[in-house]
């Protein structure tokens, strides 16, 4: 198959050595909780059906917490059109489309597999985006569907819920059986192992959700990459992106008339203004990282090599 | 410290109009020609919200006859009318914007003055870039007596906004107007009935 987009091998890598160093933590993990001689089925079984739940039901969760509903091609023509002619370019099964109303320019995409996956967008985004611009952003959400995304950070995500579940256990056991009520050495032992447990269980905790987190970039990045790339618009992608994650996403879309019955009238709310957590913690590339991939792409796309 | 034990209590005020900064706008206008190439279309719109109690015919009555003698009393060209959303409007017609400013202050200092400076909401300027086209593309800067802050609002068809022309002119606003910082707070006014 020729394209004119050449592959991008470094990103590739990074996801691979991602990928390794989760699955290495995770036998090292297995093998630690083997060598201080515990079962811990119960608590396998507890992260299994947990995470179970969250990948079978991930489209009806991810729908409910954002108050979006499914609509029909009826409600919604031109937005289904859309998802049409970009599942027809991109070859997959259209996935259900939904809408949430609210003004903050958003838009995901979930379910387990490309059959049951849904698409959402806000009506915030729909009203701040061109036609090209929205198309983009659905041309990614398609991407994060083909890539089958979800069920890979479910996965990816898997040792991390059950380090989690593992301390805040051996933290109950410690708090409410006690650790021992001193009699002879095997209770000090006892204590010591469940210490020990909760400890590496910590660490464990920790490493996996930096690596989860850098996982989720580079999905990110990666499903930057396609849309852009099956709608041959990188531009369109770079500035919705823009629109949606700079200054201009603050500016509302709800007129005043109809905000100012429960903002304006009486108080003068300060608002804090928001923190951001160092990128290290971020689920989502920074814009420039992702804008500079897209003109990068752009510039492949006018020059192919 | 009462901000505090306001907010304990839970007996927050109505926040008082602020006019004054309304002042600015005259020299704004020249900024915004000179620099963005917009002129000011000669109208500008008061919006404030009818009480709605017992005397509601009253208060009508009061804001009527206070009207009337602006108009004949200071020669305001201006009329009334209610929009969809159930406020009402005062537009006034006034060519040159130092003038302009002063009629929407006074129409404004009145509602005050009756009592009503809760109920104010906002006035909107407005501004266009080419006077002579038949389609021409308006600009408004809204007025926000709550805040006395100013913010652009230039609205395009289907309930949009031109939000990259809007923080471009945020730049050039701000040598000689307070304008809104807080960008949460610049909500649409679609279907504005000012031109």
């Known amino acids: 198959m020729s394209t004119r987009y050449p592959k991008d091998p470094g990103l590739t890598a990074r996801m691979t050595v991602t990928i390794f160093l989760l699955g290495l933590l995770y036998v090292a993990f297995i093998g630690a909780l083997l060598a201080v001689g515990v079962s811990y089925t119960v608590v396998i079984v507890i992260a299994g059906a947990l995470l179970f739940a969250q990948y079978f039901f991930s489209d009806k969760i991810a729908l409910f917490s954002m108050h979006a509903r499914v609509v029909s091609e009826q409600e919604a023509p031109e937005l289904h059109a859309m998802v049409d002619r970009l599942c027809a370019l991109a070859d997959m099964p259209k996935p259900k489309v939904g809408i949430a109303e609210s003004d903050v320019p958003n838009a995901f995409a979930t379910g387990r597999s490309p059959r049951a996956a849904v698409v959402c967008v806000t009506r915030g985004i729909m009203r701040r985006l061109d036609y090209q611009e929205l198309e983009a952003v659905l041309s990614h959400e398609l991407s994060h569907v083909a890539h089958r995304d979800v069920a890979v950070m479910t996965i990816a995500s898997f040792l991390g819920v059950l380090a989690g579940l593992i301390t805040r256990f051996t933290l109950y056991a410690g708090m409410f059986g006690g650790y021992g009520g001193g009699r002879d050495n095997d209770n000090n032992n006892g204590a010591a192992a469940v210490l020990g447990i909760m400890l590496i269980s910590i660490i464990v905790y920790a490493i996996s959700f930096l690596l989860t987190r850098a996982l989720s970039r580079y999905r990110e990045l990666s499903a930057d990459r396609s849309g852009a790339i099956l709608i041959g618009a990188p531009a369109a992608l770079a500035s919705a992106l823009t629109k949606v994650t700079g200054a201009m996403s603050q500016i509302p879309t709800r007129d005043l008339r109809s905000a100012e019955a429960f903002n304006a009238f009486f108080f003068a709310p300060a608002f804090a203004k928001g923190f951001s957590l160092s990128s290290l913690f971020s689920t989502h590339p920074p814009l420039e990282k992702r804008l500079e991939q897209l003109a990068r792409l752009e510039e492949q796309m006018r020059h192919p090599a | ?195």
């Open chain 2, 1 to 195: 410290m009462t901000k505090f034990f306001d907010a304990l209590l839970g007996r927050s005020k109505p926040v008082p109009a602020r006019l004054d900064a309304l002042f600015g706008l005259p020299s704004a206008a020249i900024t915004l020609q000179t620099e963005a190439g917009l002129v000011p279309t000669g109208q500008a719109g008061v919006c404030f919200k009818p009480v709605a109690d017992a005397s509601f015919a009253e208060v009508q009555g009061d804001i009527s006859k206070l009207l009337t003698m602006l108009k004949e009393q200071q020669e305001i060209k201006l009329e009334e009318l209610d929009d969809k959303l159930g406020y009402h409007w005062v537009i006034i017609t006034e060519p040159d914007i130092g003038e302009l400013v002063t009629n929407v202050h006074a129409v404004n200092a009145g509602l005050e003055d009756a009592g009503y400076g809760p109920q104010l909401l906002c006035s909107v300027f407005g501004f266009t870039s080419a006077p002579d086209n038949p389609k021409p593309q308006h600009a408004y800067l809204v007025y926000l007596f709550k805040r006395g802050s100013f913010y652009p609002f230039i609205p395009l068809d289907g309930e949009k906004r031109d939000n990259v022309a809007e923080l471009h002119l945020k730049g050039i606003l701000a040598k000689d107007l307070k304008v809104e910082e807080d960008l949460q707070r610049w909500f649409p006014i679609w279907g504005v009935p000012v031109s």
